[in-house]
């Protein structure tokens, strides 16, 4: 990625908290191939790596289960109702982990200098 100094980067992303994480999200984690960072080592991740002005903000909320339910006609006629219910079970999964401050939604901007 090309960022010429003075330019900005928005990124959000999955993050979890610090420690080890349960043995049901280290699972969901496995599963997915995914990697998350807890929000201070992202944004240490960011410094380190030459940004400034990091802002790193824990952003999970609901608003996308809300936004998908609101549409669920919509989506099955695209989709499947199988699909549909599968993907309100993995919102309503990570909810639960976001609740418990398990799992979480990163807001991280950034200046190049």
């Known amino acids: 990625m090309w960022l010429k100094?003075?330019?900005?980067?928005?990124?959000?992303?999955?993050?979890?908290s610090a420690g080890s994480p349960s043995l049901e999200f280290d699972e969901y984690i496995k599963k997915?191939?995914?990697?998350p960072h807890d929000i201070k080592a992202y944004r240490q991740m960011l410094e380190?790596?030459?940004?400034d002005d990091v802002i790193a903000e824990d952003r999970t909320d609901r608003q996308e289960l809300d936004a998908l339910e609101n549409k669920k006609g919509d989506f099955i006629r695209d989709f499947s109702e199988e699909d549909y219910n599968e993907i309100v079970e993995r919102w309503k999964a990570k909810q639960t982990r976001g609740a418990s401050r398990e799992q979480m939604w990163g807001l991280f901007i950034a200046?190049?200098?």
């Open 111 to 113: 200046k190049k200098n």
């Open 48 to 51: 380190d790596a030459g940004f």
């Open 32 to 35: 997915g191939g995914y990697y």
């Open 5 to 16: 100094p003075g330019g900005k980067i928005l990124i959000t992303d999955y993050c979890k």
